[in-house]
Nanobody, 116 residues
């Protein structure tokens, strides 16, 4: 199972750190991604980190503001979100895959609300 946590209500310009913790399997074997879905919109990919060399990638709208990291010893992946904007408001989900396969494993989401 994957469990996303760390969401909340934050003012524009604020920060949050999301966590994606795994139970029952080792995250170290998987690529991990973060996705988000805003009300009335389709789910979109936000960021991912590879299982081996920890290569990272980001959607353009969060580059320079979000940072994805992983701690395989803690079986957890993090998404540090800085300089948050109202358009970052969404339910955030983490997912895992064995590359090059699909995102097979999903956690329940955590709500992030950016509002003054």
């Amino acid at each position: 199972q994957l469990q996303a946590s760390g969401g909340g209500l934050v003012r524009p310009g604020g920060s949050l750190k999301l966590s994606c913790a795994a139970s029952g399997f080792s995250l170290g074997y998987y690529g991990i991604g973060w996705f988000r879905q805003a009300p009335g919109k389709e789910r979109e990919w936000v960021s991912c980190i590879s299982r081996g060399d920890k290569t990272t990638d980001y959607i353009d709208s969060v580059k320079g503001r979000f940072t994805i990291t992983r701690d395989n010893d803690k079986n957890t992946v993090y998404l540090q979100m800085n300089s948050l904007k109202p358009e970052d408001t969404a339910v955030y989900y983490c997912a895992a895959r064995l590359p090059p396969g699909p995102w097979d494993y999903w956690g329940q989401g955590t709500q992030v609300t950016v509002s003054s």
